[in-house]
């Protein structure tokens, strides 16, 4: 099964900032499957970015995903009100595992 | 627009099987494009893929549960279907039903993110 480790824990930002979130996999991800959701308190996940890069239908362009192998990170430019909260990494073979989050918080 | 509806108790005593249910509306759930998958959430824990059924009722399981879990769908009612048997409280979570894709090469087989999620049912085991 592959770890994922997404750090830091907690990012505290104001709005208008930048935030760059990480995801370190225990071994390489094959073909960059690696996807990014964004949670927030008492709704599902929605799917961000997936391939690693590639933004899911309606995702604005602040968000971007960049990596391989095992190092993958999410930027998103610049931090609007709507942003804070949860992010999970998750990558996808044929055995599912997700990251532990980074909460973005004001 | 393609949503997702879990539905099923809230409460399950131990060692007794949690069934849960998802409706899918604003969409068929008789295609052979996507799957059908169930994700947990325990409290203050990452997000678990549980298992994953096609509308054929071909299903893949995670290694974390196998044997207890089984998976169903109902194409006539546009549901589809978890049961997880032998419930411990490490059991207790938000569960979701979620949408996507699968790739099939062979023996690799890639399950691709959930891009339609239902809203989440708390499940909590206790006697």
């Known amino acids: 099964e592959i770890v994922l480790t997404q750090s830091p824990a907690t990012l505290s930002l104001s709005p208008g900032e930048g935030a760059t979130l990480s995801c370190g996999a225990s071994q390489g991800v094959a073909s960059n499957n690696l996807a990014w959701y964004q949670q927030k308190p008492g709704l599902a996940p929605r799917l961000l970015i997936y391939d690693a890069s590639t933004r899911a239908t309606g995702i604005p362009d602040r968000f971007s995903g960049r990596g391989s192998g095992a190092e993958f990170t999410l930027t998103i430019s610049r931090l609007e009100p709507e942003d804070f909260a949860v992010y999970y990494c998750q990558q996808y073979g044929a055995s599912p595992t997700f990251g532990g989050g980074t909460k973005v918080e004001i | 627009q393609l949503q997702l509806q879990e539905s099923g108790p809230g409460l399950v005593k131990p060692s007794e099987t949690l069934s849960l249910s998802c409706t899918v509306s604003?969409?068929?759930?008789?295609?052979?494009?996507?799957?059908w998958g169930w994700i947990r959430q325990p409290p203050g824990k990452r997000l678990e893929w549980i298992g994953s059924?096609?509308?054929?009722?071909?299903?893949y399981l995670s290694p974390s549960v196998r044997g207890r879990v089984s998976t169903s769908v109902d194409t006539s009612k546009k549901q589809f279907s978890l049961k997880l048997t032998s419930v411990t409280a490490a059991d207790t979570a938000v569960y979701y039903c979620?949408?996507?894709?699968?790739?099939?090469?062979?023996?690799?087989?890639?399950?691709?993110?959930?891009?339609?999620w239902g809203q989440g049912t708390l499940v909590i085991v206790s006697s």
């Open positions: 979620a949408r996507h894709r699968i790739t099939i090469f062979g023996v690799v087989i890639i399950i691709h993110p959930f891009d339609h």
């Open positions: 604003g969409g068929s759930i008789n295609t052979s494009d996507y799957y």
């Open positions: 059924v096609s509308e054929s009722g071909k299903n």
